[in-house]
């Protein structure tokens, strides 16, 4: 077992976590963990409908299961949801069993990689100038849980491919 733990990629919606997290793993021989993909298979609903059927609160706790579940192994990229550390005790659960890594986009290019952004429950049927001030929002309100992260990293203007090569190089530099 890799003594670096897990390495969690963390950040707001639309960062790149999942698509970097693919890339990423793979490079650094570790299994890549999407948390909101785990959430939808084993409701076998989309996290839109989890927010609509269950509440946000609901969605929070099956997260929090979620990543309690996935962080009692070790050797992981995981891209965890962007609230994901919101929850108590979440953020020092993830601490506690890896790395945390920040990816980091202004709110506008958030805004123009989600589009509509309709199957986004905190984001959907806000016009364009709302979602980006939505995203502002959330970002104030979560930036003490991603300014946990050992790593921030800028995603806006770059390869997905140069992300991951970043991330890779320091990830490797903590085990030397």
Same mark, same amino acid.
């Given at each position: 077992?890799?003594?670096?733990?897990?390495?969690?990629?963390?950040?707001?919606?639309?960062?790149?976590? &999942?698509?970097?997290?693919?890339?990423?793993?793979?490079?650094?021989?570790?299994?890549?963990?999407?948390?909101?993909?785990?959430?939808?298979?084993?409701?076998?609903?989309?996290?839109?409908?989890?927010?609509?059927?269950?509440?946000?609160? +609901?969605?929070? +706790?099956?997260? #929090?299961?979620?990543?309690?579940?996935?962080?009692?192994?070790?050797?992981?990229?995981?891209?965890?949801?962007?609230? #994901?550390?919101?929850?108590?005790?979440?953020?020092?659960?993830?601490?506690?069993?890896?790395?945390?890594?920040?990816?980091?986009? &202004?709110?506008?290019?958030?805004?123009?990689?989600?589009?509509?952004?309709?199957?986004?429950?905190?984001?959907?049927?806000? &016009?364009?100038?709302?979602?980006?001030?939505?995203?502002?929002?959330?970002?104030? +309100?979560?930036?003490?849980?991603?300014? #946990?992260?050992?790593?921030?990293?800028?995603? +806006?203007?770059?390869?997905? &491919?140069?992300?991951?090569?970043?991330?890779?190089?320091?990830?490797?530099?903590?085990?030397?």
């Amino acid at each position: 077992m890799d003594p670096r733990g897990n390495l969690y990629l963390i950040g707001m919606m639309g960062c790149g976590k &999942s698509t970097v997290g693919r890339l990423l793993a793979p490079r650094l021989g570790m299994d890549f963990v999407d948390l909101d993909s785990e959430l939808e298979a084993a409701s076998g609903l989309s996290v839109a409908e989890i927010f609509r059927r269950a509440g946000a609160a +609901e969605f929070r +706790e099956r997260e #929090a299961r979620a990543l309690w579940q996935h962080s009692a192994r070790a050797d992981q990229v995981i891209a965890l949801g962007a609230g #994901a550390l919101v929850r108590r005790g979440s953020l020092e659960r993830a601490r506690s069993t890896g790395r945390l890594v920040w990816l980091q986009a &202004s709110s506008e290019e958030l805004a123009r990689r989600l589009g509509d952004a309709a199957e986004r429950p905190l984001l959907a049927g806000l &016009s364009a100038l709302d979602r980006i001030e939505r995203l502002r929002q959330l970002l104030a +309100e979560r930036a003490a849980a991603y300014g #946990a992260a050992e790593l921030a990293v800028e995603t +806006e203007g770059r390869a997905v &491919s140069e992300v991951a090569d970043d991330i890779a190089r320091w990830w490797r530099g903590l085990g030397t």
